[in-house]
């Protein structure tokens, strides 16, 4: 099992974790559980993009794009 955390709400933000988790069919604690995976998940992503970008240059993004030939854009992929 896991940890148990006690958590102080505004009477308006519980009543809208509520509804918002009786409308998803899962109970509060379910809900709020997802809420954190994602939000973590969403840092942890933008974290790693970021130690990613640092890896890369400007000169191998620009050599790499010379590279790609120049074609017309298939007609179901025009704006």
């Known amino acids: 099992m896991g ?8 009477k308006s933000l519980h009543n809208s974790l ?6 998803d069919g899962v109970s509060i604690n ?8 994602e939000k973590l998940s969403a840092l942890m992503t933008h974290d790693y993009l970021e130690r990613e970008a640092e890896k890369g240059s400007r000169e191998d993004f620009l050599r790499v794009l010379k590279n790609v030939p120049h074609v017309e854009p298939e007609s179901y992929d025009k704006l």
């Open 3 to 10: 940890s148990t955390l006690t958590l102080r709400l505004p």
């Open 30 to 37: 379910q809900f709020l559980v997802t809420a954190a995976a």
């Open 18 to 23: 509520k509804q918002q988790a009786k409308a």
